[in-house]
């Protein structure tokens, strides 16, 4: 059957403690790498930070945002991706301009970000931010994600990602706190069925597919997708904000210097100026004194 696009499904194993997401993204992805030209080694772990940050979405109680982010020492110096309980979906990757990839082909996440840590941060629209940091210490992203839910979680929780030049595809399973029996070995039982899974399958079989050829005999419950696509939350009045907190004279310098301020968004490139005449719209409280 053909993989499923741009869709994430929720799944839990009934009679036990566990519970899954599948993520498959392509247009997303795609648009996302479009935006964000780079060494396809760069491309492709940007592809496995979109696909974990919507895995993580799902772990979303309230509106807000999850987002993933790690900055390092190596050639690529920053990759970020989040995901917010819409679905909406975003991410960048920016690559040190004087390294030469040509010998990164195939490079790990190790030797693209070199020492580094990674930030989970979850953002409620209301409510009081939180941000869990773990070091970037394991050899994949998929490991690095498992340590920190074991560290600062407490929960048991396996991640499977697979990512090629067109699309990029996870499997997620955790352990919830133990409320039916044999959930040890259940768990035990499950991950190693999961451990079996190859990159072709994640990437290639529809979501219903892929986890009968798993999970076939257990009792698993699929519940109904969710679209997943790419979304910006930049704005012209976002950036008015942004530039009102410098305040009415240091902006006013600032256009008189240049003729106008201008912001490019770094997730999907879109460009908003603005210039003298605008001052209003950048501090509508005070516009009746302003010239």
């Known amino acids: 059957m053909p993989h499923t696009k741009d869709q994430m499904q929720r799944f ?5 403690d566990i519970r899954g997401e599948v993520v498959s993204l392509e247009e997303a992805y795609q ?9 396809r080694a760069v491309q492709h772990l940007l592809g496995e930070f979109l696909a974990a940050a919507s895995l993580l979405s799902s772990t979303l109680k309230f509106d807000g945002i999850i987002t993933l982010q790690a900055r390092g020492d190596g050639p690529l110096s920053l990759i970020m991706a989040e995901c917010d309980h ?6 960048i990757a920016n690559p040190k301009p004087e390294t030469d990839f040509s010998e990164l082909e195939n490079a ?15 953002d409620p629209d209301k409510g009081q931010r939180y941000q869990g940091v773990v070091p970037l210490e394991e050899e994949t992203l998929a490991a690095c994600l498992e340590h920190y839910f074991k560290q600062s979680e407490q929960l048991d929780t396996r991640f ?3 990512v090629n030049e067109q699309r990029v595809s996870a499997l997620m399973l955790q352990a919830l706190p133990q409320q039916k029996t044999n959930s040890k070995e259940q768990w035990e039982t499950v991950t190693t069925l999961a451990e079996t899974v190859t990159p072709q399958e994640l990437l290639e079989l529809e979501h219903k597919t892929l986890l ?7 009792e698993v419950r699929l519940f109904d997708s969710l ?9 012209r009045a976002r950036c008015a904000h942004t530039l009102a907190t410098l305040g009415p004279k240091d902006v006013a310098e600032l256009i008189e210097e240049q003729g106008k301020v201008s912001i490019d968004c770094q997730f999907c490139k879109q460009h908003y100026s603005f210039k003298m005449s605008d001052m209003a719209e950048i501090f509508p409280d005070q516009a009746s004194t302003l010239h």
């Not at 839990?12 to 036990?16: E, H, L, R, S, Y």
């Not at 819409?86 to 991410?91: M, S």
Request: proline fraction near 6%; charge should be positive.
């Open 12 to 16: 839990i194993f009934d009679a036990t």
């Open 212 to 218: 009968y050829r798993l999970f076939h005999e257990h």
């Open 227 to 235: 679209p997943v696509r790419f979304s910006c939350s930049c704005s």
């Open 160 to 162: 499977w990602i697979a």
């Open 86 to 91: 819409h679905k909406g979906l975003r991410g």
């Open 31 to 39: 648009t996302v790498t479009e935006q964000n030209p780079a060494p």
């Open 108 to 122: 790990t996440m190790q030797e693209l970000l070199g020492k580094s840590v990674l930030a989970i941060t979850i």
